[in-house]
């Protein structure tokens, strides 16, 4: 084999190895933004709190809270009818709507009931004009950080402990519109009676 021969053979084994070598670090630089992407927040309802006209909250035994939302304020209707704390279901719906799940799940590598996605521990679903949307809760994660949970289209995340705790929380504190505390009656100042000194009587002139 001449000098020329060995030459070509050299040059197509190093054009070998590279493409091996591109090809392989594409794929791995693939594989890292794939899972970063998982990583990433997201935003799991595509709902505008201020839309919202309904919200339900049920827990894995039945029991049910659910209000709606008429004129800029809130109407529980179940467990029993009544003014609903408008604030406080504000920043529920808020802070539902708004939240960003801390990570994405693969549902091939999870299995629903071990996090306990199968039987929620409860679900909470929002309606607005145009859509519904449910959210099944399942356990925390390890640390308490954050709930597992699954949207309606199969999709796992975990979020926030703080995202749902106001939600979860209204079971066992339905949202009723506390009753206004009576404000103090200012009574008017008792008048000061001021005595009147009687003029002493002249005395009449002697003789």
Same mark, same amino acid.
């Given at each position: 084999m001449n000098f /020329?021969?060995?030459?070509? *053979?050299?040059v197509i084994a190093i054009a070998v190895v590279a493409g091996v070598y591109f090809t392989e670090g594409r794929r791995d630089t693939s594989q890292d933004a794939s899972?970063?992407?998982s990583n990433q927040s997201v935003q799991v309802l595509d709902l505008k709190? @201020?839309?919202v006209t309904r919200l339900k909250v049920t827990d894995k035994d039945g029991k049910t809270v659910e209000a709606t939302h008429e004129g800029g304020d809130w109407k529980l209707v179940a467990p !029993?009818?009544?003014?609903?704390?408008? !604030? /406080? *279901?504000?920043?529920?719906?808020?802070?539902?709507?708004?939240? /960003? @799940?801390?990570?994405? *799940?693969?549902?091939?590598?999870?299995?629903?009931?071990?996090?306990?996605?199968?039987k929620p521990a409860f679900t909470i679903t929002l309606t607005t004009a145009a859509a519904q949307k449910t959210l099944k809760v399942g356990d925390q994660t390890p640390d308490k950080?954050?709930?597992?949970?699954?949207?309606?289209?199969?999709?796992?995340?975990?979020?926030?402990? *703080?995202?749902?705790?106001?939600?979860a929380g209204l079971i066992a504190n339905p949202p009723i519109q506390p009753t206004p505390t009576p404000g103090l009656t200012v009574l008017p100042p008792e008048?000061?009676? !001021?005595? !009147?000194?009687?003029?002493?009587?002249?005395a009449t002139p002697k003789p």
């Open positions: /020329r021969n060995t030459l070509i *053979l050299v899972k970063t992407a709190a @201020a839309d !029993t009818q009544a003014p609903g704390d408008t !604030t /406080r *279901l504000d920043g529920i719906v808020r802070q539902v709507v708004e939240t /960003r @799940a801390t990570r994405k *799940l693969e549902a091939k590598d999870v299995n629903l009931a071990d996090l306990a996605l199968e950080s954050a709930y597992y949970i699954q949207a309606d289209d199969g999709s796992i995340y975990t979020i926030s402990t *703080l995202a749902v705790s106001g939600a008048a000061t009676y !001021t005595p !009147t000194a009687t003029p002493e009587a002249s």
